[in-house]
């Protein structure tokens, strides 16, 4: 019963160099998140996708990419990563937008120096 | 603005009840969530309202009013294990989830 798996669990990073985190769910969700929590603020939506092979800024888009080849996968890239992108990152899934519980993996706390 | 707004930390003592709020402004309005994170793991949903009234869910309760952009999390016969962070959310007009900064509770024996 894996639900939401996030790899990798720890992650430092050299400003400047690039990065992907992988989203999994088996649940055959459709929607995907990808969120950023840091201190004293509420988490942040990234990007989310409502279907394989679709994709959509959330509120703090600037800095990432993101892809939807399979239904069950949600890729998050940073392409130059900077300090201001340390922080710990949370990928969800839902059915659907109304009333649907998001289901979060692990997370992943990354660290760029 | 979007914002909500929740104590940054609460304690209380094991066995007690505890109240956790959350007041919102928000443009819209299709249900309020409550989640549950314990420290460095992810959010787990607690509980969803959408209309005025109290949800009972075994020592949590959730209450809603709509008209005063009002909630709170009731938690009875507190346990150690309920330290934790409370999340609340608000989906708002266009379905976006819109998140507090989550309270802290510590629970003390």
């Known amino acids: 019963n894996a639900g939401v798996t996030q790899t990798p669990k720890f992650r430092v990073l050299k400003t400047g160099q690039s990065m992907t985190l992988l989203c999994a769910q088996d649940m055959n969700h459709e929607y995907m998140y990808w969120y950023r929590q840091d201190p004293g603020m509420g988490l942040r939506l990234i990007h989310y996708?409502?279907?394989?092979?679709?994709?959509a800024k959330g509120e703090v888009p600037d800095g990432y990419n993101v892809s939807r080849l399979k239904k069950q996968n949600f890729l998050l890239g940073l392409e130059s990563a900077a300090p201001s992108q340390t922080s710990v990152y949370f990928c969800a899934s839902s059915s659907g937008p109304e009333g649907e519980k998001l289901f979060f993996g692990s997370g992943t706390q990354l660290s760029v120096l | 603005g979007q914002n909500i707004d929740q104590p940054t930390e609460m304690t209380a003592t094991e066995g007690a009840i505890v109240q956790i709020n959350c007041t919102y402004q928000?443009?819209?309005?299709?249900?309020l969530f409550w989640y549950q994170q314990h420290a460095g793991e992810a959010p787990t949903f607690l509980s969803y309202?959408?209309l005025d009234g109290l949800e009972e869910k075994g020592r949590f309760s959730s209450f809603l009013s709509r008209s005063k952009g009002f909630s709170y999390l009731l938690l009875k016969e507190l346990q150690m294990k309920d330290s934790a962070s409370y999340l609340c959310a608000v989906m708002d007009s266009n379905y976006q989830l819109i998140w507090g900064a989550g309270t802290k509770l510590i629970i003390k024996p």
């Open positions: 309202n959408v």
């Open positions: 928000t443009s819209g309005f299709n249900g």
């Open positions: 996708s409502v279907g394989e092979g679709t994709t």
